[in-house]
Nanobody, 121 residues
Framework: QLQLVESGGGLVQAGGSLRLSCAAS????????MGWYRQAPGKQRELVAT???????NYADSVKGRFTISGDTAKKTVYLQMNSLKPEDAAVYYC???????????????WGQGTQVTVSS
């Protein structure tokens, strides 16, 4: 099983920056992608950004140009640099890893406990 632990959330003023970190531990055969999702009160969890084992990145339109994802799936680490934060970015941010738990073809999703990001206007 893979365990993911996030850190770096907090309170920041609009226009400010935060950097989230996620480190995974435990056994897994291979990781396909790692990424960040967020969930605001009363809303569904949504994708923020992902990075593949090849280093390809994908971003939600709402964060393009402001957020940068980086990391190394082989090292089981992923980061999210968030700049120019807006009040609508406030949410619980969850780290995700998607991969194969064993040599079989089935993939699984693994989630962290989440870290709160609050943006004051």
């Amino acid at each position: 099983q893979l365990q993911l632990v996030e850190s770096g959330g907090g309170l920041v003023q609009a226009g400010g920056s935060l950097r989230l970190s996620c480190a995974a531990s435990g056994n897994i055969f291979s990781i396909n992608t790692m990424g960040w999702y967020r969930q605001a009160p009363g809303k569904q969890r949504e994708l923020v950004a992902t990075i593949t084992s090849a280093g390809s990145t994908n971003y939600a339109d709402s964060v393009k140009g402001r957020f940068t994802i980086s990391g190394d799936t082989a090292k089981k680490t992923v980061y999210l640099q968030m700049n120019s934060l807006k009040p609508e970015d406030a949410a619980v941010y969850y780290c995700n890893a998607n991969g194969r738990p064993n040599w079989g073809p089935r993939t699984s999703d693994y989630w962290g406990q989440g870290t709160q990001v609050t943006v004051s206007s």
